[in-house]
């Protein structure tokens, strides 16, 4: 008898068989380390604002309020943009979407090096929002047609350190560059960055198996007792991947808040109330990023290793402990430096894991490899609009309450517990078999 490929027999009826062939094994390499890079390069043309916003804002005079709504344009075109990503990405391919999204945010960071007025910054930032919205959905997608569910936990758990080491290595960048040739070169350098990383990805990635002559990697994927995607026509998810795939992104959007908080606001901080040096500031935000890492593949082993693939349970106890470090953040965080920095490495080496195990593996779990950038751009376009609000908020309520950090610290608290409280209503769920993550 015989399998669908990527599949034999077992006790249980069909499993993944461990057998690949070497030209199968080379290009999951090739195009892992491709869409690694691809994810992580967008963070060079992301980060250098939010390194260079207190120096920007002395020397173009822009309070913290204009700041934030240079940004706000930013993320209310990214937002805007992954729900598009999602649709031209399932339709025309998540290469070519990738490739001239990182075209354009390429000539976005070059014009910021040569614009000094509010309105061109606005401008130039809604272009680069929109580019960077083609990262997240294609790649996950792309990741999907390549990998099996039973092993998703694991590689996404690791593939998804893109946007924590991006994060890393693009804020030490930008914070180096800053202290040494001022804001300008902050932003061309990672513009130069990615061009290296477009060069690399256009001859190391392809979507799927099937365009390199390999055989699909077949294995059910399977939402609420039914099939999450049909690759022999259009997508048709039933009511209850609907409400899952709703339930996630309202779930994402806290997560977004407090992550774009963070990285937007922290070297701010960091530089006006703790006085530490624009170079100074940069580096020390980037324990979040740091102790990011070690929650993200911690999160997907343990998914794959113990939970048997079950996201939602791992999610759900991450967000407990990213509910206490925030409630931490929120009684001693203004404190003192030390304390700050302590409190953010918690909340990102908590926070991270569940974040990358929803809208990674998750989505591809929802999605299958047929629908999965379509999952991830509807998921990543709803916690977007988490990422919109804390720069419009944050940035009013620092102006307004004279710099003072302690409410926008309980606003983190309070988008922690809006997730951990989504993610406890998919677990219910799961358990009466209406979702499967």
Sequence with gaps: MTYPIGMTKSGDGLAPTTELSSAMKLWRWRVFVSTWLCYAGYYFCRKPFSIAKSQLGLELD????????????????????????????????????????????????????FVDSFVWFIVFMTVNGLAQATGWSNTVGTMASWTRRSERGTVMGIWATNFQVGGILSNALAAFILARAGYQWAFASGAIVLMVVWVFFYFNQANRPEDKGLPALEEPDVVGGAPAADSAGPVKWSKDVWLTVMLVGAAYFGMKFIRYAVWSWAPFVLERNFGLK?????YVSTLFDVCGIVGVIAAGWVSDRFFRGRRAMVSFIMMIGCVAATLLMVTIGAESVVAFSVCISLVGFTLFGPDALLTGAGAQDIGGGGSAVRAAGIIS???????????????????????AIGPVLATLLGSALLSMACIFVVL??????????
């Design 62 to 113: 822009f309070d913290a309020a204009r700041l934030g709504t240079i940004y706000a344009a930013y993320l209310i075109a990214y937002t805007a943009g992954q729900f598009a990503s999602g649709i031209f990405g399932a339709r025309f391919g998540p290469r070519l979407l990738l490739l001239a999204g990182m075209a354009v945010t390429i000539a976005a960071s070059f014009a910021f090096a």
């Design 381 to 403: 376009g709803l916690g977007s609009a988490g990422s919109v609000l804390q720069e419009l908020v944050i940035g009013k309520m620092y102006t307004n309450g004279g710099g």
């Design 278 to 282: 624009g170079d100074d500031a940069g």
């Design 428 to 437: 219910m769920r799961n358990r009466s078999g209406k979702s499967d993550m």
